[in-house]
């Protein structure tokens, strides 16, 4: 078995947009919700909306640098 399919596909899109608006690091609408959720705090990544090659809408992420990531986790962990 290998990790192909439509999520990995995005995921790699995803990663690729970073170069587009100029941010380290991306994340998928789903997975930031999430992540917010368990952190309460909602606004450390600005929200994007990117067009990913082979996806024919545009894609709502959000994104930052690798400090905000780090302050994200450290919202996250503390719950």
């Keep these: ?4 399919g439509d999520t990995v596909n995005a995921a790699f899109r995803l990663e ?3 170069k587009q608006i100029g ?4 994340l ?3 997975t930031y919700k999430y992540l917010s959720e368990l ?4 606004k450390i990544f600005k929200q ?8 024919d809408t545009p894609t709502l992420t959000y994104a930052g640098s690798f400090v905000d990531l780090n302050n994200f986790l450290k919202l996250t962990a503390q719950g």
């Design 39 to 42: 952190s309460g705090n909602s």
């Design 16 to 18: 690729s947009t970073t």
């Design 48 to 55: 994007y909306t990117v067009t990913m090659k082979g996806y």
């Design 1 to 4: 078995y290998t990790a192909l």
């Design 23 to 26: 941010m380290d690091v991306a």
């Design 28 to 30: 998928g609408e789903t």
